[in-house]
């Protein structure tokens, strides 16, 4: 992004252009900590956990038309750009299980092991992953993040995650419904209360046809066609897809990365200049395509534009995912 911005400002460049560019650094892109943003959510510092729905909420992005970003990649093209592609959406679930503590050597009789429902809940959640269609990418990967508070005494809170991720709003909704059967089944088989709180995530990433375009000629004119691949359905999930169901909005990946894959430990930038420069390059040059000429291509791409939905129904939508329940037998 600051490389596209020092592009941006090279002389001749910004007053040629009819229209305006903002640079936004949006913080809680990665969706985790779950329990604390929840805790902020409940104290009314935030109402979404991830960052470009709280802008979205926030008018933040009312005046913008257009957006892009570009995410360095560990994955082929290693030596390129990825273009296209979709990314599925998700919701992220916070689950609670209240047992009973008792001694678990002397009288585990007396007690309702939350450990237990929880195990049996993640049982349930994978016996349903045969019913899951190919194309709905769905995807659910629980952590139990407390299991217990001593080894001796019976596990009487216990605390869990999961995304629950689809390539669709309505993929999304059918498994968030048959994940909570699981949860609902492991406190019923032991005996324990569940709490499920359900939070509302990110939508599937929609890349504009035409802005896709745009983008995928400068990039071939900086690293050449045969270094510009086409991306498919990917699993993971970005709060860009909830910029694409309102406007026309791209999200490529760059090379230039290696490790084990994206954002592990080992993870590091070994080629600057297509990671940073090339990437940075190619987003200026779309932004100059885009508003030059009288912003004709721009005006273009928003007029053939179909955006989802509007502010207001996405919020909307966003906020019917919330859901706070508690479950006993």
């Not at 592609?85 to 092991?113: C, R």
């Not at 995928?216 to 709060?239: I, K, P, Q, W, Y």
């Not at 909307?316 to 006993?328: C, D, G, H, M, P």
Request: some cysteine.
């Amino acid at each position: 992004m600051l490389a596209a911005a020092i592009g941006l400002q090279a002389p001749g460049v910004l007053e040629s252009l009819s229209g305006s560019v903002t640079l936004m650094v949006v913080p809680a892109e990665e969706y985790v900590e779950i329990e604390w943003r929840n805790e902020q959510r409940m104290a009314g510092r935030i109402e979404f956990l991830g960052g470009k729905p709280e802008f979205v909420r926030l008018g933040e992005l009312d005046d913008v038309d257009i957006c892009m970003m570009t995410h360095v990649t560990t994955e082929n093209p290693h030596d390129g750009f990825g273009v296209g592609g979709t990314n599925t959406g998700l919701v992220a679930k916070f689950i609670k299980y209240v047992g009973v503590k008792s001694h678990a050597g002397g009288a585990p009789h007396l007690g309702i092991n939350a450990l237990n429902a929880a195990h049996m809940a993640i049982a349930g959640i994978h016996a349903q992953r045969e019913t899951y269609r190919d194309e709905d990418m769905v995807r659910i990967h629980p952590i139990i993040t407390r299991g217990g508070s001593v080894v001796n005494v019976v596990p009487d809170d216990v605390r869990m995650e999961t995304f629950v991720r689809g390539s669709s709003i309505n993929a999304i909704r059918s498994a968030n419904e048959k994940v909570d059967r699981a949860l609902r089944s492991g406190a019923l088989a032991v005996g324990a209360r569940v709490e499920i709180t359900t939070l509302p995530g990110y939508l599937p990433l929609a890349p504009d046809e035409n802005l896709t375009a745009l983008h995928r000629a400068n990039a071939e004119a900086l690293v050449g066609s045969d270094r510009v691949h086409e991306f498919g359905r990917r699993g993971g999930s970005t709060d860009m897809g909830d910029l694409t169901q309102l406007m026309p909005g791209i999200h490529p990946y760059v090379g230039g990365a290696v490790g084990r894959s994206n954002h592990a430990e080992d993870m590091v930038v070994d080629d600057y200049n297509l990671a940073v420069l090339d990437a940075g390059k190619a987003m200026a040059m779309t932004v100059v395509d885009l508003l030059s000429n009288g912003a004709s291509e721009g005006i273009r791409v928003i007029s053939e534009h179909k955006p989802a939905m509007t502010k207001d129904e996405y919020l909307i939508l966003q906020r019917a995912f919330l859901s706070e329940r508690s479950y006993t037998e």
